[in-house]
Nanobody, 124 residues
């Protein structure tokens, strides 16, 4: 089992920044992909971005590319989502997820473990 805990959400004005953290504990895979997703009320869970175990192979959805950056600190078993130039449409619950594998995955069903989510609200 892998336990994931997100933190860092909150309320910010449009144009502001937030950094989300995803701390992993329990069994950690020797190589795994970590993804970030978000879900707004009434909408499906949406892929935001993902990063490989080595911190390379970052991949982002078009809606956040150039504004969001994913990084990881394997010594701390933590992955970060730096969000800049936030927009009201970024408002959602943000989730991190882990899958056992090194291939890029963008669908929620491809991930094995999920955190509980953290709320991000952007005011206009």
């Amino acid at each position: 089992q892998v336990q994931l805990v997100e933190s860092g959400g909150g309320l910010v004005q449009a144009g502001g920044s937030l950094r989300l953290s995803c701390a992993a504990s329990g069994r950690t895979f020797s190589s795994y992909y970590t993804g970030w997703f978000r879900q707004a009320p009434g909408k499906e869970r949406e892929f935001v971005g993902a990063i490989g175990w080595r911190g390379d192979n970052g991949y982002y959805s078009d809606s956040v590319k150039g504004r969001f950056t994913i990084s990881r600190d394997n010594a701390k078993n933590t992955v970060y989502l730096q969000m800049n130039n936030l927009k009201p449409e970024d408002t959602a619950v943000y989730y991190c997820a882990v899958r056992n594998g090194i291939q890029l995955a963008t669908l929620p069903k491809q991930y094995d473990y999920w955190g509980q989510g953290t709320q991000v609200t952007i005011s206009s």
